[in-house]
Each structure stands twice: as C-alpha cells, then as structure tokens.
C-alpha cells in the first residue's frame, strides 16, 4: 500500500493547503448529500441509497471533510497504529483525501490494528482500544459519512448511544417519562465484551450495504490485530477504537428494541427497551412479562454472538426495595422513586394508588471514579503551585457538573465542593507541616462579596464550584418536557428529519 507520507507532494497541492479551504461549504454540500440518501432510504429505493452513498464517498468535500475529522479533530490523531503515522501536514492531508477515493480501494488492503490496554476507571481491570492505520481511519470516517443518514432513518426509537443530535441526557429522559407515573421492575442488561464477540458474518448480513462498501467493512473486521508484537487474528468482534466501530454496534443490536416488546414497539403494556450502545434497561410493572422479554432478548443476542454478564444483569425496582436496595444504576445516573401524599381521588380512579417522587443522582460508582481521579490528581500536584493545582481540577470539576446538569438537583452537588475543600487543606497541610487549619485557609482561600471561601489565588484564579449559580431554573423541567415532546412524536410517525 502506497505511503501517506509522499516522497514528493505536487506543487499544486501545497499550493491549495496554504490556502483556508471552505470548511462551512464542503459541510453544506455534504449534509445536502446525507439527506439525499436519508430521502432515497424513506421511500424505499435501495439502488438510490447506493449510487448516492458511492457518489458522496467519491466527492472531494466528503473526502477532505473525513481527513479533517480524523486528523485535525480526532483525540488520537497523534497516536500512530502500526504504520507508523501520525501528526499529518496539510499538504499530506490534501493526499490522503486523493488516497481514499473508492477507486483506489481495490489496490488497498487494510493492516492489522494496533492493539493497546488501558485502564477502566475506578477498577483495576484495563480494556483493549484499537488503534487503525492513518489510511483506514480516514476512511472509515469517509464510509460513516455515507451510512449514518441511512442507519438513523432505521435505528429504534430509544436508541441513544453515539448517535448525531442525541446523548445520556436524552436517555435519562427518556426514563423519566416511562416511570413518571408508574413504578416498574427493571431489567438492568450488561452485554459481555459486545465488541470482542460480534458474529461478523451476522452484522455484514445485517448491513445491506452495497458491495463496495461490504467488502471494505469484511476486510476490515478480518485485518487482525498486533499485541504486544504478536499477531492475533480476528475472527470474531468489531475492533473497538476505530471511528465506524460505535456505528457498527449500533447496527448489530439494532432490532433489540422490537424483540423486547414482542414485534409490538410503540404499543402500551409492552416492556420498554433503552438503549445506549451495548447499555440497556427494560422496563414493565409485571415483573413475569420482563422475565419473558428477557428470554427472548437472550435468544436474539445468541444469534449475534453475544451473552448476558450474569454478574452484571440483574432485575430491580424503582420504588420497592429488591435485595436491599430500591431503584438502579445507568450511564453514571442512579435513579429510584419515592412515595409521596396520597393522590387526588380522579388520579386513584386512574389506577394511581400513590404520587411518585424520582429521585435521580450521581451512582455510588460514578462518585467513587471520581473521587478517586481527584485525590490521584492531587498527589500527583503535590509540589506544584496553587495556579497549576486549580487549572488541573478545574477541567475535571467542569466535566462532571456538564454530565450531571439538567438532570441531578443542582443543590445536591455541594456535598462535592466539601469534598474537596477536605482534599485541598489536607494537600496544603502537607506543604506546611505543623501549620493550623484556619492558617492554611487564609493563605489559599478568598472570600467573596457574599462571604463564600473559594479556593482562590490573591490575582483572582478560582476553583470552580460543583453547585452552580448560573443554573437555568427549571432546566430538568425543560429536559423533561423535551422527552414527553419527542415520544409523542415517535408514536405518532412525525418524527422530523433524523439525518
């Protein structure tokens, strides 16, 4: 396979790189050609959706967008798979966007992933991450452009997981609304190693995809994968890492949704699927008929190579306590329900014996993952100064309070800025030893206008805060609502355009 890296880059390109191509441009044409195939799938053409899936891989604006995304926005851009190829220049991007036109695919042949173990968070076990060759990753990103439009016309209703325009939060709501009015027995599903035990020849037959792009998606699956040095064939499993993987196994469990209720989806009395990638719970009040769905949901995934954690899967209840403890955990979020006042006498009639209060907060392992991170980060600050300390947590402290606003009670996350006021004297008293508490909070604490101490420098630099003040009222009320708005859409076939 021709190097990424030219001997000699044309004149021409370097002329074009030093020049700012228009991005804004090439993204419109793009989304013009997604909704193209998103349309052509709707009204049941298939040769339609091919011809324009090859004929938008073809086109530059879908090629120098996948390298851009792959080389300029990706995290792992700077890491090399077994090529040896990283950190492109502009002139190699405009190459590579010439390399994986479909034409030269058939002069291609895909190299073994690069194989690398790192550690889950909190626990002392590590998962395998993928790492493709340059070539394959960009066009990997070229193939998922052409498929996605397609697969989101298809995907099921509560689908969530690594998906455009949806996200954890809308999962949650989705919860929310299904157990607004009635507690439910909750089948909490963990899918054993989904990406290392894929049945390949299944997920190809599920694609119906044109030759073109069967054949690259085969030659990738069958690559292999170098470890430690040695070679490991892969004959079974999606390389998890890759850019098309989450699309991967978006479609291989797609259908879940509709055996969970029987090939009935949409209709009421039936268990309720939500899933997040190879995450998923199922909800009904009958804990018989959950026992039946999970049966058929055993079956279904036996087919596509895959099982049930048995450590990991277990039946709950949002409001009655099952093996101690009521409610269950999903996505970081643990959720149960509270019986509040006896309802007015029209809701009784309505079957409601009670109000319902849900409660949703951060998991025990989520808050433990995170403790974790911060008392690491700060042994690992220990001599540096009080500006670098609150630069390191700051990006921390931000990313959990954006996962949980909107969702969790913004007061509830002040228990977390005690925390760690606790973790900062105790990082302080050991740069000086023998020193007093109230010594240690005059040197690295201020006070505000409104008398609240923030970890704070005498120039101004501040430690975020977990309970924030900036936080829209009712914002969970808006998400809530969002969530009712949505299914009652899906069940009404006027969903909008989900290209």
Not at 157 to 170: E, I, K, L, N, T
Not at 323 to 347: V, Y
Request: glycine share 8%; net charge positive; charged share 25%.
């Amino acid at each position: 396979m021709a190097s990424p890296h030219p001997q000699q880059t044309p004149a021409y390109l370097i002329d074009q790189a030093k020049k700012r191509l228009p991005w804004t441009t090439l993204e419109q044409q793009v989304v013009r050609m997604q909704k193209q195939i998103a349309h052509a799938y709707q009204h049941g053409d298939r040769q339609a959706v091919y011809t324009l899936q090859m004929r938008l891989m073809e086109s530059e604006a879908a090629r120098l967008l996948a390298v851009r995304r792959v080389t300029e926005e990706s995290q792992g851009k700077d890491t090399a798979g077994v090529d040896g190829v990283k950190s492109l220049t502009p002139a190699e991007r405009l190459t590579m966007a010439s390399m994986i036109h479909p034409i030269q695919w058939k002069h291609q042949s895909p190299e073994p992933v690069r194989r690398v173990w790192i550690p889950k968070p909190g626990v002392p076990e590590r998962r395998p991450l993928a790492i493709l060759p340059m070539i394959d990753r960009c066009k990997q990103a070229l193939v998922k452009l052409a498929l996605e439009p397609e697969w989101e016309m298809r995907f099921e209703a509560h689908s969530y997981g690594f998906r455009p325009g949806r996200s954890v939060h809308d999962a949650i709501a989705a919860i929310l609304v299904a157990i607004e009015h009635q507690p439910a027995f909750v089948y909490d599903a963990d899918v054993e190693g989904a990406f290392d035990h894929i049945d390949q020849n299944a997920l190809l037959d599920k694609l119906q995809t044109c030759p073109a792009i069967e054949q690259v998606i085969r030659d990738w699956l069958k690559a292999g994968i170098i470890d430690g040095g040695v070679y490991v064939p892969s004959e079974t499993g999606i390389a998890q890492g890759g850019v098309l993987s989450p699309l991967l196994m978006n479609i291989a469990l797609h259908g879940l949704e509709e055996v969970v209720t029987g090939g009935n989806a949409g209709s009421q009395g039936q268990p309720l699927l939500v899933r997040y990638g190879d995450d998923f719970v199922i909800f009904h009040a009958d804990r018989h008929e959950l026992q039946l769905a999970e049966r058929r949901v055993r079956r279904w995934l036996a087919a596509m190579g895959l099982q049930l954690n048995a450590q990991k899967t277990r039946i709950s209840h949002t409001l009655i306590s099952v093996q101690g403890e009521a409610g269950f955990d999903f996505l970081g979020f643990h959720i149960r329900q509270e019986q509040t006042e006896k309802p007015a006498e029209g809701k009784r009639k309505q079957g409601y014996e009670s109000s319902l209060k849900t409660m949703v907060n951060p998991s025990k392992g989520a808050i433990e993952r995170h403790k974790v991170a911060i008392e690491q980060k700060l042994r690992h600050l220990q001599n540096a100064s009080q500006k670098q300390v609150i630069k390191e947590l700051n990006p921390l402290i931000a990313g959990w309070t954006s996962y949980y606003n909107g969702v969790v009670d913004p007061t509830s996350m002040g228990q977390y800025d005690t925390f760690i006021e606790q973790q900062l004297i105790q990082w302080a008293s050991v740069r000086h030893p023998g020193k007093e508490r109230d010594w240690l909070l005059e040197r690295y604490w201020q006070q505000d206008k409104n008398q609240t101490r923030t970890f704070a420098t005498p120039d101004g630099l501040q430690l975020r805060l977990y309970q924030q003040t900036r936080i829209l009222k009712g914002e969970s009320s808006i998400l809530f609502a969002h969530a009712k708005t949505g299914e009652q859409h899906r069940r009404t076939g006027k969903d909008e355009d989900r290209s």
